[in-house]
């Protein structure tokens, strides 16, 4: 297990899996990107969305893709973000619906959250519904063990 | 008269002593880089034979690398990453590389072509590079294709024992060892290290795979299944498939 902090954010990546801690480079000068980070059970592309463009399209049956995004601090109090604390996993929150892009025997959740009143979404793809009572329980256990800075 | 000839002469004399010197360490410069395989004549470095073995073949001794770890470092845009090499499916070639030394450039070019490095599918390839300390960072950003995986790790090079850059080791993650290891002027040298430690090319590579190659399967896995350009198919919603499902 290999402990990843960057930005603020401090994340246990399981053994064998891959992480990513990054801000992305403002366009403008009046941006202001925020923390996102990439976990991943199989190697993940460079070029990749924030919400796993290019990364889907690679899965194959077991894997799991996990995109943790931070919104800017204009999200604080809205009602998407009520949620306080990192979101515990149940298989009943996957489906094909959650999505971002539906692709063939994917599976995905979409949880919106504040932490340490930071604004976060937390987006999983599992390749396979066999597999996501297993996985849900591997990112709960990842999950429990986020830090998050103020 | 005699006062000028004699500063005259010391002057020739230092002049002599300097410019020997000169020569000196210009020679001693080109015969390091020689045997760093950085000469100044490329059909030179081409035709030097290969250093790559395979691991086992002939060990350095004490210094051998040991035991495969799995990468962790910054990336080159102020990420933090991990990418582990033991424990996985594949295996990983793993390039030492700085962005000053001349015979890293040439692989930092080949590298820009993923598809022409010939690479067997299972094999991923990473650049490792030392600390943001010891390395120019803008420099790496220049050289290193948006596409390659680079990590920024002096612990990773300290833990590989890696003697100078370019070097390469290839991990199997299955057995979590190092599999192969050395260093060459060209790609085409360091591709031996493939061929020597390893046998026939593994199917299912995702390594490789672009935006382009993502569409280019997929295309062919729709008409595997009859779908083509315009089918309806193509276009239902998310909860239709979900109802489907």
Known sequence: MA???????????????????????????????????????????????????????????????????????????????????????????????????????????????????????????????????????????????LDFAA | MTALIAIETVVLVLLTIVVTGLLRSHGEILRRLHALGAGLDPDTAEQQPAELRPRGDLPRAGEGLGPAADIAGVGLRDDAVSIPVVGVPHRTLLAFLSSGCLTCRGFWEAFADPRALGLPADVRLVAVTKDAAEESLHALRDVAPPDLAVVMSTAAWEHYTVPGSPYFALVDGTEGRVVGEGTGASWQQVQSLLTHTTGDERAGSRFLNGAADTEARIDRELLVHGILPGDPRLYRAADELDRAH
């Open chain 1, 3 to 145: 402990r990843l902090a960057a930005h603020g954010v401090a994340v246990d990546v399981p053994r064998g899996w891959e992480g990513r801690i990054l801000r992305r480079a403002a366009i403008n000068p009046a941006e202001q990107s925020r923390t996102v980070v990439h976990v991943a059970s199989f190697p993940l592309p460079e070029a990749r969305g924030d919400f796993g463009v290019g990364v889907t399209e690679l899965m194959r049956s077991g894997d799991v893709f996990v995109s943790l995004f931070e919104y800017g601090p204009e999200s604080l109090g809205q009602p998407m973000f009520a949620a306080q604390g990192v979101p515990h996993l149940t298989p009943e929150l996957f489906s094909p619906r959650r999505l971002q892009r539906t692709l063939s025997g994917q599976v995905g959740c979409q949880l919106f959250f504040t932490a340490n009143n930071r604004p976060f979404c937390l987006y999983i793809v599992i390749a396979g519904r066999i597999h996501v009572r297993t996985l849900a329980a591997e990112l709960n256990a990842m999950l429990q063990r």
